[in-house]
């Protein structure tokens, strides 16, 4: 299941696992990242808790924590590499994985069609 926020991060979501990162929308608007700072593994956040940081020739960004949950994984390879982040933000570009406290939280988020909606 694909879900997005307004802050335009998107969540693909297993069971009570998401995956996070940040929409092509934002990666295109930030231009290209050269910093990425990621949260610690076990971290615990609430939803819209300052869960990373991006910089970009242009502006730092926080990316926000979609939902309440902990931190189990993050993406090592857009620390090493931030332009992943632009070359393919919602694949390999993914920030983090997060367990979520509560999947049904994920339900008040917008669908595909909600978030395009959004940034038209």
Known sequence: ??????????????????IVGITTHAAEQLGDLVFV?????????SKDGDAATVESVKAASDVYCPLDGEITEINQSIVDDPSLVNSDPQGAGWFFKLKLANASDADALLDEAAYKELIA
Request: glycine share 8%; hydrophobic share 45%; charged share 30%.
């Open 1 to 18: 299941m694909l879900k997005f926020t307004q802050e335009h991060e998107w969540l693909k979501i297993e069971g009570d696992v998401a």
């Open 37 to 45: 700072e990621l949260p610690e593994v076990g971290a615990t956040f």
